[in-house]
């Protein structure tokens, strides 16, 4: 992997607005020359009470000039986001990136891929997803994805879209607290398992680790799961 360059700059504030009872999608802006891979994540920086505090996101849109989306699940007792939350269009932050190493890998380029996340670890996958459709990718893509409840879906609309655009894309979300089938991810893995895909799991550890180890007793070679932690 060819590193980007590491940029810190002001963004502006572009677009602001809640897109279920706790999440923020959020669009800023960024330098001419900014650049970024697919599932790589941009940290804000705030000072609140004297101190510095940088809180990583995965960007959520794939690369365009100038502008980069995030998904930011707002946490009332939390240090940062009740600020990020009172943002408006128009405010400037500090903002560093890109970072990390959760891409598409060389391997998974030319096979079924199958992404797996539940709450804001969609975000990544939505970057990912989007960019490798709208640059020709033709192996199947699979989204599954979990929530608890109906209010908690993210970016729904939008992968059904893809879906109708794309045929060889398909997305299903599970839910775990309400509604006809109840469950967790797992269940959608049983149900679309494929022993040839790569596997790209996005979600808190706990989940992480679980669905990594359904996948080994499945007999999904570790080689082929690739993961990132939110937590």
Same mark, same amino acid.
């Given at each position: ?16 607005? /809640?897109?279920? !009872?706790?999440?923020?999608? +959020?669009?800023?802006?960024?330098? *001419? *020359?900014? *650049? ?20 990583? %996101?995965? +960007?959520?849109?794939?690369? #365009? $000039? ?15 986001? $009740? &600020? ?6 128009? @405010? ?13 890998? @060389? ?10 996340? &539940? ?6 996958? #939505?970057?990912?997803? &989007? ?10 893509? +699979?989204?599954?994805?979990? /929530?608890? %409840?109906?209010? @908690?879906?993210? %970016? ?8 109708? !655009? =794309? $045929?060889?894309?398909? /997305?299903? #979300? ?9 469950? /967790?991810?797992? +269940? ?10 790569? =596997? ?5 550890? @706990? ?13 999904? $070679? ?10």
């Amino acid at each position: 992997m060819i590193k980007k360059k590491l940029h810190k700059f002001k963004s502006k504030i572009l677009k602001t607005d /809640y897109i279920n !009872k706790t999440t923020k999608h +959020i669009t800023i802006s960024t330098p *001419d *020359d900014f *650049d970024f891979y697919p599932g790589q994540f941009i940290s804000i920086i705030i000072t609140i009470n004297g101190e510095e505090l940088r809180r990583p %996101y995965s +960007i959520a849109s794939s690369p #365009r $000039p100038n502008q980069l989306d995030l998904c930011i699940k707002i946490l009332p007792n939390g240090k940062s986001t $009740p &600020t990020i939350a009172k943002l408006n269009e128009g @405010d400037e932050i500090d903002v560093m990136g890109p970072m990390g190493t959760f891409i598409i890998k @060389d391997q998974s380029l030319t096979k079924p891929i199958t992404f797996i996340s &539940t709450g804001t670890g969609v975000a990544p996958f #939505r970057s990912i997803i &989007t960019n490798l459709l709208e640059h020709n990718f033709e192996k199947p893509i +699979i989204l599954l994805t979990g /929530y608890r %409840y109906n209010d @908690d879906i993210l %970016y729904e609309q939008a992968f059904k879209e893809l879906t109708e !655009k =794309y $045929p060889h894309f398909s /997305y299903q #979300r599970i839910l775990s607290r309400e509604g006809d089938r109840t469950g /967790y991810v797992q +269940i959608l893995i049983d149900d679309n398992l494929n022993l040839e895909s790569d =596997y790209y799991i996005c979600g808190l550890k @706990d989940m992480v680790n679980s669905v990594k180890d359904h996948l080994a007793e499945k007999g999904i $070679p570790k080689e082929n799961i690739f993961f990132e932690k939110y937590d």
